[in-house]
């Protein structure tokens, strides 16, 4: 019980902590609907149960030791917010009323699943995390089926967390003040996960 309230209490302050998954989660959540916001966290749920399942299986070793792999991730990573964030940048946006329904401007759930699991999976950052956890705070003796049930919790609790994330960003006054200052929140958010793209990118 110990050992498990240390894992929860780590990864909760690791998930509140801001970073690219807090950025896409407030994005998709202001400039889509709540489905997307919602499906977007668990997208990230699952990025993170894929960080887990690389530690449980000796993965996420490899790709810490290796400067290839560890390097080839956070490339890919890093552009894939850049593109994200340039397209926010450059999105054209036609004024609408309040009455104009949300799925007009919607993604798709598959689209919104996407979103958050690559940003989490192709997070070099998260699979250290995760890999630090297992190996510092877990005790090597603990039977694999207890440190599957741990990397499950982590990824179901990200998941939750963001979709309280995702249902705040997404509440009918704070999305109706979003549309008035839709451009310039949404141009400032594209400037966000570009430099945290940049960041990522030339990170040691």
């Given amino acids: 019980m110990s050992a498990f309230l240390t894992v929860a209490i780590v990864h909760l302050l690791a998930v509140m902590s801001p970073g690219p998954d807090f950025a896409i989660i407030t994005r998709n959540s202001l400039v889509y609907s709540r489905r997307t916001g919602m499906y977007t966290a668990i997208g990230l749920g ?28 956070k490339w890919v990573g890093a552009l894939y917010l850049i593109w994200i964030g340039w397209k926010s940048l450059t999105a054209k946006h036609v004024p609408t009323s309040d009455t104009v329904e949300e799925k007009e401007q919607d993604i798709s759930i598959l689209q919104a699943l996407r979103n958050g699991f690559l940003c989490n999976a192709l997070n070099p950052k998260a699979t250290l995390f995760v890999l630090a956890l297992f190996t510092q705070v877990i005790d090597p003796a603990t039977p694999l089926m207890v440190q599957a049930g741990y990397g499950i919790y982590m990824g179901v609790a990200t998941a939750l967390w963001f979709v309280l994330v995702a249902s705040i960003f997404s509440l ?19 400037v966000v996960l570009i430099a945290l793209g940049i960041k990522i990118a030339l990170d040691e």
Avoid: D
């Avoid at 993170?48 to 399942?53: A, E, F, G, N």
């Avoid at 790709?63 to 080839?72: G, L, Q």
């Avoid at 009918?172 to 594209?190: C, D, L, N, Y």
């Fill in 46 to 73: 699952f990025g993170m149960l894929l960080h887990t399942t690389y530690c449980l299986l000796g993965i996420g070793l490899i790709i810490s030791n290796s400067i290839v792999v560890f390097t080839t991730i």
């Fill in 172 to 190: 009918a006054p704070i999305k109706r003040v979003f549309r008035r200052i839709q451009t310039v929140v949404e141009r400032a958010m594209g």
